[in-house]
């Protein structure tokens, strides 16, 4: 049997979210314990909470949206590299990666993911993300997709410019994963957001699956 590891946060109601964020409501419809004839739960839900995918129309008024993000962009071969021990990562750190030739998806494992270790947390606006040089980097090495350990791929009191930088090269930016559990190396990433038409992101499940030499 595959070994799959879910790099994804659960969605609860005590998630910390962006601070402003409508964040993440779970409710009751129907309860067989108050005599309905089933159970059915609503969600009313920030899509930018949790796990989730950034397309261009985030930031970029006439960007594409979530449905038109092709499925093999989502999911393939990536990199798990630990940059652990850093307030940020520039683009020096990822010069100094020496990644595999054709690398097209690149996670980063950083100090953020142990804060999922009380995943009902404050959110902290401390945690590390990309500068712009190293949005700028990523952007122009063909790298389609790039995701972080925590709310966001930029730091909390940047301007937008390092999600304007790689979503106007159309790199998908996975955020709010937990790489606690993942070692460095290769891996292959599945990325299933939900099926949404006409917006600027989507909640996500993902998984890695360990590649022989991981094993």
Known sequence: M??????SV?????????PGSHGVHISSLLDMQ???????????????????????????????????????????LCQVVDLRGRECITARDLEELDLPAGTERLL?????SRL?????????????????DAAEWVAGSGIRLVGIDYHSIQRFHDPADTHVVLLEREVVILEGLDLRQVEPGPYRLWCLPIKLKGVEGASARAVLEPLARNL
Not at 10 to 18: A, D, F, N, Q, R
Not at 45 to 59: E, K, L, N
């Open 108 to 112: 980063f494992r950083t100090d953020n």
């Open 34 to 76: 108050q005599g309905d004839e089933a159970n059915v739960t609503r969600l009313d839900i920030d899509i930018h909470s949790g796990t989730h995918i950034d397309a261009p129309r985030h930031f970029l008024p006439d960007g594409k949206t979530t449905d038109a993000i092709p499925l093999d962009v989502l999911v393939g």
């Open 116 to 132: 999922w270790e009380d995943p009902g947390h404050r959110f902290r606006t401390d945690y590390c993300a990309l500068t712009l």
């Open 2 to 7: 595959t070994h799959l590891i879910d790099i």
């Open 10 to 18: 659960s969605l609860h109601e005590g998630l910390p979210v962006w």
